[in-house]
């Protein structure tokens, strides 16, 4: 098998030249596809917007190891909603070979009683992350928005994707967010119902404040 190396510059009567495959190949060998947390967030997220329309917020992605920067808010339209059955849409990150282009798109659902979000595509042509699911329920004129941004099996976070000598350590930086989102709901849900355990968050001192309770003065 035929040696592989780069990146050099040409020279006279020694024209380089490379792909740009190549440059994937590289990167993808040491970074998985994901969000990037550049410090000031992890960027990208779906908001609704004002009646069929949702907005995505700035934010830098690597999928197969091309990149994806998006650097204001972006508005992408959502199709009317059916009168009788309910829809699920997706807004992905779309990575097409062909047309050699990295989008958001909105990713049309199929209508049902009980719908599900349209199935990802992973394959030679196209590589999707998914953003978030868009909910669009009989006769609606809003979108209802779940964030999927930290669900790893459907988009997650960049990761280190090259073996390390210790591999244990990398582990614990490359921690299930989703996992740790679901903890921390779990624990803020069971508490704030407590008596004694609720947690305000105002500019003002709250009133009826019980023993316990946490005030966050903002």
Do not use: H
């Not at 990713?107 to 049902?112: D, H, I």
């Not at 350590?169 to 355990?197: P, R, T």
Request: charged letters at 20%; one cysteine or more; proline letters at 2%.
């Amino acid at each position: 098998m035929a040696q592989t190396y780069g990146f050099f510059n040409s020279a006279t009567g020694d024209t380089r030249q490379y792909r740009a495959e190549e440059f994937a190949e590289l990167f993808s060998s040491f970074f998985n596809s994901g969000l990037a947390n550049t410090g000031s967030g992890i960027g990208l997220k779906v908001n609704a917007g004002t009646g069929m329309v949702v907005n995505i917020d700035s934010g830098y992605s690597v999928l197969k190891g091309y990149y994806y920067k998006n650097d204001t808010s972006l508005s992408l339209s959502i199709d009317a909603a059916d009168s009788v059955l309910n829809r699920i849409d997706r807004v992905v990150l779309r990575l097409d070979f062909v047309a050699r282009t990295i989008k958001a798109v909105v990713k049309k659902g199929s209508l049902a009683s009980t719908p599900v979000a349209p199935v990802l595509q992973r394959d030679s042509s196209v590589y999707e992350l998914s953003l978030a699911q868009v909910k669009v329920n009989a006769k609606a004129t809003t979108v209802v928005i779940v964030d999927e941004r930290l669900d790893k099996n459907v988009c997650g976070l960049v990761s280190i994707a090259a073996e390390v000598p210790d591999q244990e350590m990398w582990d614990k930086f490359n921690l299930d967010w989703s996992n740790i989102q679901n903890q921390w709901n779990n624990w803020f849900n069971n508490q704030y119902n407590k008596v004694g355990s609720k947690i305000f968050v105002s500019t003002t001192q709250p009133t009826a404040v019980a023993t316990n309770d946490i005030w966050v003065d903002i």
